[in-house]
């Protein structure tokens, strides 16, 4: 079943997630929810259990053939770096250019508790750095220089 996205402006982004230390039936449960509700739209390429308001480090993701989910992520770094836009499910509609690594080594467990390794370049790279901050509390806007953070921001958030 699909779950509503929390949007920007919901406190719950900014915990920082808790590891996951019961691989049972309702961590299962939540990864199949993610995956589904990721799935739902168009142009979604990663989803974070706290962007669905539970508060465990677990992400999905799927672009360009590959896809899978990682519990209790680790990620590795290159040095180097590239500007593309990014986007987030938690502010539908709004782009933005970010310099993130261009090449990832993601370690975790999978829902079942076995050891997975995700080595991968350019937007899927992208998609685990940005789904992986949203587990630290961290959104994408928090990489922008403030002035761009504000413009960012006053796209992002409803008018009030």
Request: hydrophobic share 45%.
């Amino acid at each position: 079943m699909t779950e509503p996205i929390r949007m920007f402006d919901d406190p719950v982004l900014r915990t920082v997630a808790a590891p996951v230390r019961d691989f049972d039936r309702e961590l299962r449960r939540l990864v199949k929810s993610l995956t589904l509700t990721m799935r739902a739209g168009a142009g979604r390429a990663g989803l974070a259990a706290p962007q669905l308001g539970v508060p465990l480090r677990v992400l999905v993701y799927s672009y360009d053939g590959a896809s899978g989910h990682l519990v209790n992520p680790r990620l590795e770094l290159s040095q180097r770096r590239i500007t593309a836009d990014e986007a987030c499910l938690s502010a539908p509609g709004v782009w933005w250019p970010l310099e993130r690594s261009y090449m990832v080594t993601a370690r975790g467990r999978d829902m079942f508790g076995k050891p997975v390794t995700v080595r991968a370049l350019g937007v899927l790279a992208r998609v685990l750095q940005h789904e992986a901050d949203h587990l630290d509390g961290v959104l994408f806007s928090d990489h922008l220089e403030a002035s761009e953070r504000e413009r960012f921001l006053a796209a992002a958030l409803p008018s009030e």
